[in-house]
């Protein structure tokens, strides 16, 4: 059965959409298509694609700049960057941004195509997770992606928001640094374990009575972290 999922890809230079256009259809994908950010922005938040391919470098608003506006706009569809950076900076930018995965170019059809699979796939499995999760006076939302402390809002980027929801659904298993990495970025996640640990220690002052003291973010000393 092919896949009818919707496909936005967002790229400024024609040779490249087009190829990715023509790949996409042949394996049973609905496309639409932007060549700036301006235009990537207005086609999104008409169109509702399942999944953005999204170029980093784009005329108008940068590739950054779309996705992090998209977000604000309480819109959730998956968004791979495409970049021709390879610097770690750029890609932890991106996931802070709300990114769900990178490809580098120059990039294989095949490599894209799996990544594209992947990211639809963790996309629906993420449906299937319960919807709220309480622990003291916190409320996490998944609808909404908002969480409320003592009932008041409690800002929160991307990346913190998925990080603490993944261990509200794996609370009380012991996780480690790489497992955490590979299933809320994905395995292609170019950041390090420091990186982890600068996410978690955000997480910590934000959910945590006493950040330095944490009764429910817990380091498993040679192994990751647990949720309790």
Known sequence: MKDKSLILIVDDEDSIL???E????YVGYDVIKASDGPGALETALKEVPDLILLDIMLPGLSGFEVCRQLRDKGMQMPIIMLTA???EFDKLHGFEMGADDYVTKPFSIDELLA??????????????????????????DRDSRTMTKAGKDVT?????FDLLAYFLEN????????QVMNDVWGTEYYGTQRSLDSFVAT???????DAHNPTHILTVHGVGYKFV
């Open 18 to 20: 087009l190829g990715i």
């Open 22 to 25: 023509e790949n996409l259809l």
């Open 85 to 87: 950076r390879g610097d």
């Open 115 to 140: 990544r594209i699979k992947a990211v639809l796939a963790r996309g629906r499995a993420k449906s299937k997770f319960r919807r709220t999760y309480e622990f003291d006076d916190i409320v996490l």
């Open 156 to 160: 929160m980027t991307r990346t913190e």
């Open 171 to 178: 609370r009380g298993k012991a996780l480690s640094r790489d």
């Open 203 to 209: 997480l910590r002052r934000k959910v945590e009575k």
